[in-house]
């Protein structure tokens, strides 16, 4: 990956190139993805800090052409289909919405199950790019649906899907996604970074 920002992003702060040069592309080349680098990807979201170690994210995931490739790909809204049938993998962020207990406490419900797997989620599109892969994380799917589809147990709750693939060109997508296929920028530090008190 490039050791120097993308040039349209430049950080107020010294920070590593990494932080500047992941982004969610949706243009993807449509070629398989080793299996090895899948794992590799989602081995660095294994590694994800959470409260008190819970580690409540888990991953669903489906290569390209597999047999639940295409149950998983129907899992995702017209819009979202559209473009992620050319990924090459699919991945279902899940977290569990219960800590167990440990026969001293019950199982309780978890207030921070979302948190952690988004921390898991962020790692992996890190592990991504340094993979040399993009990873675009999409909240238009069909939550219910792949619930059931996912056969997930009821304490876990499907937290986003995640398309997985190397960016190429844009030229096939739809108009007006060519023109939204750039790095987005962020809003000012000092909109969101307050001293002390929220002003």
Do not use: C
């Not at 289909?81 to 279902?92: D, E, I, R, Y």
């Not at 997930?152 to 190429?168: D, F, Q, S």
């Amino acid at each position: 990956m490039p050791n120097t920002p993308l040039p349209h992003r430049s950080p107020n702060y010294p920070i590593d190139s990494i932080f500047i040069n992941r982004w969610s592309p949706r243009a993807f080349d449509s070629n398989n993805i080793p299996n090895e680098d899948l794992q590799t990807i989602l081995e660095a979201a294994r590694w994800a800090p959470s409260a008190f170690n819970v580690q409540p994210w888990r991953f669903v995931y489906s290569h390209r052409g597999d047999e639940h490739w295409n149950t998983q790909l129907d899992l995702l809204d017209p819009f979202n289909k559209s473009w992620a049938q050319n990924a090459s993998a699919l991945v279902f962020v899940i977290s569990d919405k219960i800590v167990s207990g440990d026969g001293t406490r019950p199982d309780r419900p978890s207030n921070y199950n979302s948190f952690d797997a988004g921390a898991a989620w962020a790692q992996l599109a890190l592990q991504a790019s340094i993979s040399g892969y993009k990873a675009h994380a999409m909240a238009g799917l069909y939550f219910d649906k792949a619930q059931e589809a996912l056969k997930l147990p009821e304490r876990y709750k499907v937290e986003i899907a995640v398309a997985i693939g190397k960016n190429t060109t844009p030229d096939f997508l739809a108009p007006e996604l060519q023109e939204r296929e750039i790095p987005s920028q962020r809003l000012e530090s000092n909109d969101i970074i307050f001293a002390g008190t929220f002003s």
